[in-house]
């Protein structure tokens, strides 16, 4: 019974900590990020005191709650992307899985594109996972106009970030289109020959709410 | 002198205005925008009351100050560019212009990153000088790679901005040199051909400080 003990408390403290992040991302998607620690503890169904046993200040939370929800998001593509060998056609999937998103799950969506330039610069989440696939590409000599990894980065996820911008601004835009197109193009823009380029957007993409253990906060 | 008095209590208006405006600028540029009015009244040197005569509310006054010191640059973007007759070239020089503000005037370049997204798709500022300038370069058959210019717009002023932030997370990376590669980049996927697009971003530059009348209030 004592070495249960504590595997009880930890999964109860980790339900919490669950808990307030999720509160937490819910408050991010809908702007209120000046809303009082209460309202979150309240929204998470919590006492006021769990707060503290995890995070120190609002700032804290909501910075876990962002980078939650990226990793989640993030370890699914390297799931749905584990069997493709070409390097090039692994930066491409996730990115048009990742342009997806914004329609499919606006929430977790607009948590990315409300700290979208901070994140773009964190060492966690889909920058990250990018650079790895720029640059495995790059050493593949698939991608031989890339002459600067952090600068391909940079201009890849700004263009993600206002692709996602431009969807919720325009709700009659055909996602799929939109995103693939960009898709195209920084391709092209790395080195990858047009009709190439072209045909990897083109190719069937899984579904990423069919993986079994998904675990998003979205 | 009655004639003249609405004018004199103008230009004390627009002072005031102004005022408020480069106090609101400094505020988000130091992250500040949870400040009280009352702060920004007394960095601008005027009343509390003079205040509520221009704005209704504080978040007002941070979209007019951002929204100021945007069309201020774009202006004289306008006129650095004003005797390029090659549409591609003008996209590229200012391109190449705005990537050097972000070490030049941080303080504005953290206005501009600090609401970056927001106004990616403003009516306002360099977004839609961005787009004239694409839309330009398609008419004349110098972009022909652009098949969608809400989309080459996106990624254009998304790479603005994670290249803006790249430049200030990155303090000893050269400015220009990363910011010439990124519109050489731009103008490739653009449909430029890669040796035309590199002459264009070897072209000597404008200095946006020397021009006598500029108004920014960086």
């Known amino acids: 019974m004592a070495e249960q ?5 930890d999964r ?3 339900r919490t900590r669950a808990a307030l992040v999720r509160a937490a991302q819910t408050c991010i998607a809908e702007g209120r990020t000046a809303v009082p620690i209460l309202e979150i503890t309240q929204l998470a169904d919590v006492g006021m005191g769990s707060f503290y046993n995890h995070f120190e200040t609002k700032e804290q939370l909501f910075q876990a709650a962002v980078e939650d929800a990226l990793e989640a998001f993030g370890s699914t ?3 749905l992307t584990e069997d493709i060998d070409d390097p090039a056609e692994v930066f491409a999937q996730s990115f048009r899985l ?3 998103l914004h329609r ?5 969506s607009l948590v990315l594109l409300h ?7 964190s060492g966690q989440g889909l920058a990250p996972r990018a650079r790895r696939d720029i640059e495995a590409a790059v050493r593949a000599g698939r991608f031989i106009a890339v002459r600067d990894t952090d600068l391909a980065l940079a201009v890849a996820t700004g263009a993600a970030l206002t692709l996602g911008r431009l969807l919720h601004d325009e709700p009659g835009r055909d996602d799929a ?4 197109l960009v898709t195209e193009d920084l391709l092209r823009m790395f080195g990858v020959p047009a009709a190439e380029a072209r045909a990897l ?14 675990d998003t906060a979205a």
Do not use: I, W
């Not at 499919?104 to 977790?108: A, G, Q, R, V, Y």
């Open 5 to 9: 003990a504590p595997n009880r408390v």
């Open 12 to 14: 109860r403290k980790a």
């Open 77 to 79: 593509l390297d799931t």
């Open 98 to 100: 990742t342009g997806r």
């Open 104 to 108: 499919k799950h606006p929430e977790l």
């Open 115 to 121: 700290n979208g330039l901070a994140l773009a610069s």
């Open 177 to 180: 289109a939109a995103t693939d």
């Open 201 to 214: 957007c083109q190719r069937p993409l899984p579904d990423p709410d069919t993986l079994p253990e998904r």
